[in-house]
């Protein structure tokens, strides 16, 4: 029989997902031996006519990492959807839109602005720009457009199943492609990770009180966290209980709070606002004036509660630009 | 009529690199670039965030030198609160630092660069690649590879959280200490990973410099410019990873400039072109003139040739024996052959290695104090290392309450961006006469590219291995009238 086609493809990612490929260290050998990978730029050289010339669904799985930010992204997703039995969205960036979609608090020409005018090391008096066609002497530059607004995977094309993580873990990547070869699929949209809160396993949960209550957030700079207690119930923000478990508490054993990569729980599709309903829950603020004091101390919500999911939220981007 | 030539490194499917060759009505080179089409915007959306998630955000910008981000990320931390880290914390980032520096070099060698010379410039494609390097040195050495890179991103991870994107640094500190068990587990690790750096020289010395048409390579005119350098260097003028002076020295090697990472406004500007994403860095005080070597040419050159070219010496005794037969071997100092990088990068990976024994057998680093929090009101905090490819810049504005009003980044790579499109089209220039395309031009090519190890190559995944490059030649009407590919 033959073995069947895996594709692992990119978009706009950082290669961090890749180097979680590459820490599979000797399983990657295992990998390889069972299936027959028809496409891995890194590794193999293929054309895009190669897959366009290959019938639709003859690939058993792809595995994309990766926001979308330009038509060639858009383009090789579509394409590889057509071909492809199961897409799987791997890491962050193509499960939520990541850290990058961050950029979806401003525009494109902000965005520009800032890079190419206002940053302090920046010299350009006339004002230069890149230029998607740039007319010179002895011909034309051309350069791909770069979009406005940063899109998840699934914003662009149907996913079956995510891989969560910035970047998954090679022990959660393993299982991955083990369930989808094993041809015992679970529900489309799974997220191949654990269906509980990040809290339910933390090892900090059962110092938690009873009752969890906070008076004030601090900063993660201005305390030294204790190592045994929950950082929640300390005022530290963790976004561990809007956060899907499985990444092996990769942060709290750094002594550093939840930062959500691995996205929201099961059936909550915000998880910056399913955070606040839980942080709201615990705060113990008796007047308005100590509500507004609580609040305040909140700097940066989108930063915080949102940091990988902004695109995917239902704030999505910045509005009215 | 103008006749191209488009060089697309990672085919047409990613977009994050390619090379376009103009040639005149002859058949000369008129004109070669090399364009980025990326661009993510990490200095707009920093702003409004909290100074303290900075080393967790800005370290996407890298999977591949996440730590290089998350470390420069927090040193800009330290600048903004005015707090220095107490000695346990310091050697504790340090130690991580180096881990991380021997960790990426042998990648580099093994993975990416070094497959040109270990498997050979002149073998097929297919096998200039990391499974190419473990047919040639043999699968027992492949394993120590591959078992070495596991054993010290172990550490990486332990300490930070997570390999890719670690998430332990905070301003004056780091949020967790060492055990004594982990202090013996990594002082073995250290000594293996020095004896591995030994091993990979030893490699270099049998594969590459006993073998006189490498050596003629790696001597040739193609790859060679004259620039200025920059690296960091610690009091004595030895290489320093971590921390220290910028130093800046001419194409005579004298020294032109040195000044702490406070001042790189006055030494380093940036220029903009229309037709990459890029932007192109030079040195202030001597000022742009375009793609061009000398002195006059505000170009300089960064990472591990750069680095050494910088410095007076390595900071550790093994790493400075190869360091004074590097330019024993390779004529004086300053070395101006890009191929040359790789030698110093396995010298920089042996300088990492012993550094991580230093570290890792200081009975100060078990010192639970690794926090100060004597910290001043915010308000600028500039933060530079020495990533594996070159001085990395980060600079932060905020408001009293510690939120980003304003960021510049300078990536490691970045500062050699003009160098590298000046070795781009110097190959074009030699390798195409008369029209005549020479078949090496492809392979010339990319090793000059390979040679820096550029970052939007990483963020371009050639991991782990081969680039696809693919070179079109168009006639006036835009038909392609041949093709040349690896
Ligand atoms: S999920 Fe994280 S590791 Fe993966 S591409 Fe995005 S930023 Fe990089
Ligand atoms: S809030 Fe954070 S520290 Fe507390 S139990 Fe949940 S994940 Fe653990
Ligand atoms: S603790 Fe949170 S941020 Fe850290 S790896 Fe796990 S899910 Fe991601």
Known sequence: MAKPKVAFYWCASCGGCEEAVVDLAEDILKVVEAVDIVLWPVALDFKYKDIEAMPDKSILVSFINGAIRNSEQEHIAKLLRQKSQLIVAFGACAHLGGIPGLANVANRKEIFETAYKLTHTTVNPKEIFPQLVTEIPQGKLTLPEFYDTVKSLDQTIEVDYYLPGCAPPPDLIMKGVQTLLSGNLPPKGTVIASEKALCETCPRNKTKPDKMVIKEIKRIHEVIADPEKCFLAEGIICVGPATRGGCGERCINANMPCRGCFGPTKEVIDQGAKFLSALASIIDANTDEEVQKITESIIDPIGLFYMYSLPTSILRRKQGV | ?486
């Open chain 2, 1 to 486: 009529m103008y006749k191209e030539i488009t060089i697309d490194p990672i085919t047409r499917l990613e977009g994050h690199g390619k090379i376009d060759i103009f040639l005149d009505e002859a058949g000369n080179v008129a004109h070669a670039c090399l364009q980025v089409p990326e661009l993510r915007g990490y200095e707009r959306f920093a702003v409004g965030r909290l100074a303290e998630e900075m080393p967790r955000i800005t370290e996407t910008i890298c999977g591949v030198c996440p730590t290089a981000h998350h470390m420069c990320s927090t040193k800009a931390l330290d600048d903004l609160y005015g707090v220095e880290p107490p000695p346990a914390a310091r050697k504790i980032r340090e130690f991580q630092y180096n881990t991380f520096m021997f960790e990426d070099h042998n990648l580099h060698f093994y993975f990416l660069g070094g497959p040109d010379f270990i498997v050979g410039p002149d073998a097929p494609a297919a096998e200039r690649n990391v499974l190419g390097v473990i047919a040639k040195v043999g699968l027992e050495i492949g394993k120590k590879v591959i078992d070495i890179r596991k054993r010290t991103r172990n550490i990486i991870q332990t300490l930070g959280g997570r390999v890719v994107h670690p998430v332990n640094g905070l301003p004056g500190g780091v949020s967790r200490g060492i055990t004594k068990e982990q202090q013996e587990e990594w002082k073995k690790i250290a000594e293996d990973a020095v004896e591995f750096a030994k091993f990979t020289l030893k490699a270099f010395d049998d594969i590459v410099l006993k073998n006189k048409a490498y050596v003629d390579l790696i001597l040739g005119d193609v790859y060679k410019h004259k620039t200025y350098y920059m690296g960091l260097v610690d009091d004595n003028n030895k290489v320093n990873f971590y921390d220290g002076w910028i130093r800046v020295v001419d194409p005579e090697g004298k020294e032109f400039a040195k000044f702490k990472a406070r001042d790189y406004l006055n030494h380093i500007a940036e220029g903009v072109e229309s037709w990459t994403y890029i932007k192109f860095p030079y040195l202030k005080n001597v000022g742009w003139k375009g793609f061009v070597d000398g002195k006059d040419s505000g170009v300089y050159r960064v990472a591990p040739l750069g680095r050494l070219n910088a410095s007076d010496g390595m900071a550790t005794p093994l790493a400075q024996e190869y360091y004074e037969k590097f330019y024993q071997t390779l004529g004086g100092k300053p070395v101006h052959h890009t191929l040359a990088t790789h030698w110093a990068r396995v010298i920089e990976a042996m300088q990492a290695a012993e550094k991580m024994v230093e570290l890792i057998n200081d009975p100060e680093i078990l010192d639970p104090r690794i926090r100060n929090m004597d910290f001043k009101t915010p308000k600028v905090g500039i933060g530079v290392i020495e990533a594996p490819r070159g001085t990395l810049f980060h600079h932060y504005e905020t408001d009293e309450k510690g939120r980003l009003t304003k960021a510049n980044l300078i990536v490691a790579t970045v500062n050699n961006s003009a160098a590298i499109n000046m070795s781009i089209e110097k190959a074009a220039r030699m390798l195409i006469k008369n029209g005549v395309v020479n078949d090496g031009l492809l392979n010339m090519i990319e090793m000059a590219f390979r040679a820096y190890d550029p970052c939007f190559a990483c963020a371009t995944h050639n991991l782990p291995g081969q680039v696809p490059i693919e070179i079109n030649i168009h006639n006036a009407q835009g038909e392609i009238i041949r093709t040349i590919k690896n």
